[in-house]
């Protein structure tokens, strides 16, 4: 089976980066379907012998990729496209996907090369076979069937649907960054969107005991799940261990910082990865206002010793949003399985927090000191 691959801002790219970014994108789909295809003034056709429900599953898992179509395809003359359209009509009818007796179509054409007839013309005859085999109405506006016609030179490709993809960049075309990752709903989907942006993902999980528990296999089970939409660039999974960071930090710090001082050992933390990986930046699930250490102050707060760039693309959606795309991206089954939360968190956690107090207990506490004590706890759990 035959299927044209389209994408977006690919297209908007200068030649040589266009390019750079097709092979990444035809690379990422090698890596679970068995393909030929070819690439020609900015459409992609690929041929594969795989089932077709394995075809569809792999393309909608691919970043890049904004729709694609199963196509075929004849010669540009009268009578191949007459006997082309005559299949696909009836085997739209024999499923059920068109009833010319009750439904409208259109016939939508686009060409490339030089012909003896404009794309306008090419439209209207295909229109007319299809006229002349159904007696069906023409709709031109609001059709319920669409025959899509593309004629490239010689070869003319038609089909009648168009399946929505995922879009973004190709994985893998942007750079690494390290994302954190917790048992909660956010930071998944926050490493999904930056898979979207074209970024391979390192995970790194700050594994908190003894005030969290049974976190760390629902960790792994996240990065599976979101190695499924990392297709062509691995994800890896590490860990460290913050929990005696954060016992210092409830002992010698005011207990209503806990919450900042941990967001901000959790950043240094990945920094230090980053840097030992060579990722260019830190990812978090954060989004103003929804938890203590969210707010705009605490935010500065906990960001201010950290030495590289944080992302946060979720920063602006609320709690209903991130759970739709959960949803869709199956990671909130995973992230509501109970896991008994986090004890550290104080009663009345600071919402507010002060840049200069904050630097004066991290001063105090000696954080830089305790912080390059547990980086070597740091290690790679294989998935």
Not at 252 to 257: F, G, I, L, T, V
């Amino acid at each position: 089976m035959k299927y044209i691959i389209r994408y977006g801002e690919i297209g908007i790219k200068s030649p040589k980066i266009r390019r750079k970014f097709e092979n990444t994108l035809l690379e990422n789909i090698e890596t679970e379907l068995d393909i030929t295809y070819q690439n020609n003034q900015g459409r992609i056709t690929i041929e594969t012998d795989e089932p077709d429900e394995h075809v569809h599953d792999v393309l909608g898992r691919v970043f890049g990729i904004v729709s694609y179509s199963p196509i075929m395809e004849t010669e540009t003359k009268k009578e191949s496209i007459d006997a082309l359209i005559n299949t696909i009509i009836d085997k739209v009818i024999d499923e059920d996907i068109f009833n010319p007796d009750e439904d409208t179509f259109a016939v939508k054409c686009r060409r490339v090369g030089t012909h003896d007839f404009t794309s306008q013309e090419m439209a209207g005859y295909c229109g007319s076979v299809v006229v002349k085999k159904t007696n069906a109405k023409v709709n031109l506006s609001k059709p319920d069937f669409t025959l899509y016609v593309e004629v490239r030179d010689n070869i003319t490709y038609m089909y009648h649907e168009k399946i929505k993809g995922l879009g973004g960049l190709p994985v893998g075309s942007q750079g690494r960054v390290v994302c954190l990752i917790s048992g909660g709903i956010d930071s998944p989907v926050a490493a999904y969107n930056m898979l979207k942006r074209g970024c391979s993902i390192s995970l790194l999980h700050c594994d908190n005991d003894p005030y969290t528990h049974d976190t760390l296999e629902k960790v792994v089970k996240q990065a599976r799940n979101l190695q499924r939409y990392s297709l062509g660039s691995k994800i890896h999974l590490y860990t460290i261990h913050l929990g005696k960071y954060l016992e210092k930090m409830k002992s010698d710090a005011p207990p209503r910082m806990t919450c900042v001082l941990c967001k901000s050992g959790m950043y240094q933390s990945a920094a230090h990865l980053a840097k030992k990986i060579d990722a260019k930046a830190i990812v978090d699930g954060s989004s103003i206002g929804q938890v203590a250490s969210q707010t705009l102050n605490n935010i500065k707060a906990t960001r201010y010793h950290c030495k590289m760039p944080i992302f946060s693309p979720l920063i602006s959606m609320d709690k209903i949003e991130i759970e739709a795309i959960a949803k869709d991206i199956s990671s909130y089954e995973i992230s509501i399985v109970n896991d008994g939360g986090c004890s550290a968190v104080p009663r009345y956690p600071e919402t507010h927090a002060d840049l200069e107090f904050v630097n004066k207990i991290i001063e105090d506490v000696n954080q830089k000191e305790i912080l390059e004590d547990i980086y070597g706890t740091i290690k790679e759990i294989e998935l």
